[in-house]
């Protein structure tokens, strides 16, 4: 069966750095598009970034442009988030998805496979 798991969170300090990552087993991880959601306590779910796949085309929310990076390696079935310059406000759950069609974090429902997350926490 299809396996999403994500791992890397952690307690940081405001201006700190963690690396995300997210592996697969079960699907080919080539033909997926891949993204990271978020969901803070009290607040909806929030679609961070999104990764083609290939990796040539990335997409960001705003909240995150210029601190967040997505990559992938597709030979490992990861992708990965380099969060930066972290803010209070990216304390969160950060979840992993997988879609087989357009990637697009407008849209939730494309997403087929959810990882369960993992809780980054930052302390100002």
């Known amino acids: 069966q299809v396996q999403v798991v994500e791992s890397g969170g952690g307690l940081v300090q405001a201006g700190g750095a963690l690396r995300l990552s997210c592996t697969t087993s079960g699907l080919e991880f080539e033909d997926f598009g891949m993204a990271w959601f978020r969901q803070a306590p009290g607040k909806e779910r929030e679609g961070v970034s999104c990764i083609s796949l290939t990796g040539n085309s990335k997409y960001y929310s705003d909240s995150v442009e210029g601190r967040f990076t997505t990559s992938r390696d597709n030979a490992k079935n990861t992708m990965y988030l380099q969060m930066d310059s972290l803010k209070p406000e990216d304390m969160a759950i950060y979840y992993c998805?997988?879609?087989?069609?357009?990637?697009?974090?407008?849209?939730?429902?494309?997403?087929?496979?959810w990882g369960q997350g993992t809780l980054v926490a930052v302390s100002s």
């Open positions: 998805a997988a879609t087989s069609g357009y990637c697009s974090v407008r849209d939730s429902s494309r997403f087929e496979y």
